[in-house]
């Protein structure tokens, strides 16, 4: 499965996708089309943990004082399900290996990845 959750208006998103070729990939705006239960569970079998999922960056995230609370795993799940933007972005999913947010590192892996998978 090659597989990208996305959200258009994030600028970050569209610049990595811009960066890689998306030929293949099964693109999801989470915006327009909301990640399922059941997806946002394949990820987490993926990454290990929801909070690897989970954006600190987003707005709400300051709007609803998060930093200042202790959160489970459950609440994590929760979030992510009950608003898009605590998705971390981009979550990438080639095979069984899985590429989330924007570091430079995960970028370069991606790439990689991407290239590996071309050939």
Do not use: H, W
Request: hydrophobic share 35%.
């Amino acid at each position: 499965m090659k597989k990208i959750y996305f959200l258009k208006t994030c600028d970050t998103s569209m610049r990595i996708l811009k960066s890689i070729n998306i030929e293949g990939f099964q693109l999801q705006e989470i915006k327009t089309n909301p990640i399922t239960i059941n997806q946002l569970e394949d990820m987490q079998k993926l990454t290990g943990s929801y909070e690897d999922l989970f954006s600190r960056r987003a707005k709400k995230y300051k709007q609803m004082d998060l930093k200042n609370q202790t959160l489970s795993e459950k609440d994590y799940r929760q979030l992510i399900l009950d608003e898009y933007t605590f998705l971390k972005r981009p979550v990438i999913i080639i095979n069984e290996k899985i590429f989330i947010g924007n570091s430079k590192k995960n970028v370069e892996s991606l790439q990689a990845a991407i290239k590996e998978n071309q050939l």
